[in-house]
């Protein structure tokens, strides 16, 4: 199997993980010293466990919901189009994102989050 499918097959897993809100599952595709970042450079998390601490929260979200809009891959890297539904603090709304992730084997080393405007409502 080539590097890209691979890499698109982890991205899949973790964002059909991330849906069912299932934290073991999702954290199963990370590698354990995953960075994530905010685009372009900030770090936001520098460990499995930062990661899973900041995603806790999110996924007890009752609305939470990413929907892939568009996917690209090359190699080791995937870049994915999403609009998320969330429970924000103001109510219900969505944010588009792109995400990019780097897969080395069978694990997400890195990951690029770069978010659109919020819009509240259904």
């Known amino acids: ?15 059909d993980a991330y849906n069912a809100r299932d934290i073991d599952a999702v954290m199963a595709t990370y590698a354990d010293d995953v960075e ?3 685009f372009p450079s900030t ?3 520098s460990s499995a466990a930062e ?3 900041r995603l806790l929260l999110r996924l007890q979200e009752p609305n939470l919901h990413a929907r892939l809009l568009a996917r690209t891959a090359m190699g080791d ?4 189009h ?6 924000f603090p103001e109510g219900l709304g ?8 780097e897969v080395q084997g069978e694990k997400i080393v890195r990951a690029w989050f770069k978010f ?5 409502g259904a």
Do not use: P, W
């Not at 999403?82 to 429970?87: A, G, L, M």
């Open 1 to 15: 199997m080539s590097q890209c499918n691979t890499a698109v097959e982890v991205v899949q897993r973790q964002l």
């Open 116 to 120: 659109g405007e919020k819009r509240l």
């Open 43 to 45: 770090r936001v998390a």
């Open 51 to 53: 990661v899973r601490e």
């Open 36 to 38: 994530h970042f905010e």
């Open 82 to 87: 999403e609009r998320v539904t969330r429970d």
């Open 77 to 80: 890297l995937v870049i994915d």
């Open 94 to 101: 969505t944010v588009e994102l792109i995400a990019m992730y």
